[in-house]
Nanobody, 123 residues
Framework: QVTLVESGGGSVQAGDSLKLSCAVS?????????MAWFRQTPGQEREFLAA????????YYADSVKGRFTISRDNAKKTLYLQMNNLKPEDTAVYFC???????????????WGQGTQVTVSS
């Protein structure tokens, strides 16, 4: 059974940085695995932020976070990260990591999800 557990969220001021982690277990991290970060605010659809092919390390970002957020992974620790810099109040959301076997920005293609971690940015 695949388990994804996010951590690292919190309450910060605008301009601050946070690094989210997503611990992965129960999954063979092979070349078919694509990992991504999404976020969601109440009443809204989940918003794609960034994705990475686990083995090749190729990355892809939404325009809204390009240049501020960086996705990375530590294969030995089986952990996915999202470094978030220069945070803005509009970044306030619940952040999720997710796993797919195809490259997509659409949440419907991601079959496994973590429970989410809250990020709150105040002005």
């Amino acid at each position: 059974q695949v388990t994804l557990v996010e951590s690292g969220g919190g309450s910060v001021q605008a301009g601050d940085s946070l690094k989210l982690s997503c611990a992965v277990s129960g999954l063979s991290l092979n070349s078919y695995v694509r990992m991504a970060w999404f976020r969601q605010t109440p009443g809204q659809e989940r918003e794609f932020l960034a994705a990475m092919s686990w083995i090749e390390g190729n990355t892809y970002y939404a325009d809204s976070v390009k240049g501020r957020f960086t996705i990375s992974r530590d294969n030995a620790k089986k952990t996915l990260y999202l470094q978030m810099n220069n945070l803005k109040p509009e970044d306030t959301a619940v952040y999720f990591c997710a796993k797919s076997v195809i490259h997509s920005i659409e949440s419907k293609w991601y079959t496994d999800w973590g429970q989410g971690t809250q990020v709150t940015v105040s002005s």
